[in-house]
């Protein structure tokens, strides 16, 4: 096995794949990747399955170095990437050397980054998923000096025979797909009306747990008896403050849960800054 060594962490990076699942019942959130289709890119543009862990990176890049040649893909938010600094291209394969450099320089679009290796990075599995999460796994973001193992067999190129088109509009969209949750009728018709034209702005304190928003949305309902929640879903808490529950959330809560994320809606959201404004579209439920 060859191995990355991390000489700098950059802002927040981390180990994620598609999730944990099965566990909800002993309060074990899902985590994975904030931005599925990003991830999904990555990997089939290398030639991995769609499940392989990749590295998730959040606005600030890391600088990693490379101890044997690798294939890399890196996808979703322009964090400015460079192998011994000159500039590399995104959405494709990219051949790295033995002791090549990889870093990054400023954010140009979206807000999360990720780093694919063909083969996969083989780092701790627990409860069936590579997803780090504090608490869970060992590790939970990068730290300065840590290696990364990874498998450096000289892969075949894929024999696809066929192009890979990708929709990045999503990185520069202010909207954000929703369907009612359910605690959404509760709310008089006014202000079922003031959420979808409202814009929202994402507070300083979004991570991957929840997105909160600055604005207050008034509130005249009632906190309801513990129910479940997943990814996407929206809170609205008594001060009148919306929260949107992102890949690392709790299993359960207490505040009505007025919206409910499309997955391609958490992946928009999931590429969103501090301080950008995003509106809520609604969807309705397709028919069984």
């Known amino acids: ?23 909800q019942k002993f309060g074990v959130p899902h985590s994975g990747v904030m931005d599925r289709y990003a991830m999904r890119i990555c990997n089939m543009t290398l030639g991995n399955s769609q499940e392989t862990g990749v590295m998730e990176i959040t606005m600030q890049g890391p600088e990693l170095k490379f101890s044997a040649s690798a294939h890399i893909c890196i996808c979703g938010a322009d964090i400015s990437p460079k192998v011994n600094s000159k500039e590399i291209p995104q959405d ?15 954010l ?16 701790q599995e627990v409860l069936g998923s590579k997803s780090w999460y504090e608490g869970i796994t060992d590790d939970f973001r990068l730290k300065k000096g840590m290696l990364l193992k990874y498998d450096h067999r000289n892969f075949n190129d894929p024999d696809t025979h066929s192009s890979l088109k990708t929709e990045l509009e999503y990185l520069d969209s202010k909207i954000i797909e929703v369907y009612p949750g359910p605690e959404f009728e509760k709310l008089t018709t006014a202000q079922q009306e003031e959420l979808f034209t409202t814009d929202f702005s994402l507070d300083q304190s979004s991570n991957r747990m929840a997105v909160q928003f600055e604005q207050e949305f008034s509130n005249e309902l009632e906190s309801i008896i513990t129910g479940p929640v997943v990814p ?57």
């Open 1 to 23: 096995m060859a191995e990355i060594e991390v000489l700098q962490p950059g802002l927040f990076s981390s180990i994620q794949d598609l999730g944990r699942f099965g566990f």
């Open 92 to 106: 494709e394969i990219i051949e790295i050397k033995a002791g090549e450099v990889l870093k990054f320089g400023g």
């Open 108 to 123: 140009k679009k979206g807000f999360r980054a990720y780093l694919g290796v063909r083969g996969g990075f083989d780092t």
């Open 232 to 288: 996407g879903t929206v809170q609205l808490t008594p001060s009148g403050k919306l929260i949107a529950l992102m890949r690392d959330c709790q299993t359960t809560g207490g505040y009505p849960r007025v919206l409910q994320f499309s997955e391609k809606g958490i992946e928009t959201i999931a590429q969103k800054r501090p301080g950008e404004n995003i509106r809520f579209q609604k969807k309705e439920y397709p028919k069984l």
